[in-house]
């Protein structure tokens, strides 16, 4: 069974870091395009910041630029987002999504673009 398995939410004071880590089961995702995204309640699920398992491309959200950073492991069976300086704004449940055909460019950021989603991790940054 393929799955997607996000962990690593919490509860964080702004200015604070937290890791998420997105755990690929059930099938290689050694090609795969993966991907984070966020909803914040009322609001539409958003592209955070995604990564090529082979090579080295990634992409980010301009709000999160400098502030997150995407990851994987070696084994291609883990990726992670680094998330630090956190703001109220990042307030959120986070989701990791996946694509045996990885995403041209120009999709990556379109949530459309991936077939397999994790049942997401909220992430609460408190003010």
């Known amino acids: 069974q393929v799955q997607l398995a996000e962990s690593g939410g919490g509860l964080v004071q702004t200015g604070g870091s937290l890791r998420l880590s997105c755990a690929l089961s059930g099938r290689s995702f050694s090609d795969d395009g993966v991907a984070w995204f966020r909803q914040a309640p009322g609001k539409e699920r958003e592209f955070v910041a995604g990564?090529?398992?082979?090579?080295?491309?990634?992409f980010y959200a301009d709000p999160v630029k400098g502030r997150f950073t995407i990851s994987r492991d070696n084994a291609k069976t883990t990726v992670y987002l680094q998330m630090s300086s956190l703001q109220p704004e990042d307030t959120a449940v986070y989701y990791c999504?996946?694509?045996?055909?990885?995403?041209?460019?120009?999709?990556?950021?379109?949530?459309?673009?991936?077939?397999?989603w994790g049942q997401g991790t909220q992430v609460t940054v408190s003010s």
């Open positions: 999504a996946a694509n045996p055909r990885r995403p041209i460019i120009s999709a990556v950021r379109d949530p459309r673009s991936y077939t397999t």
């Open positions: 990564l090529r398992m082979r090579g080295d491309n990634k």
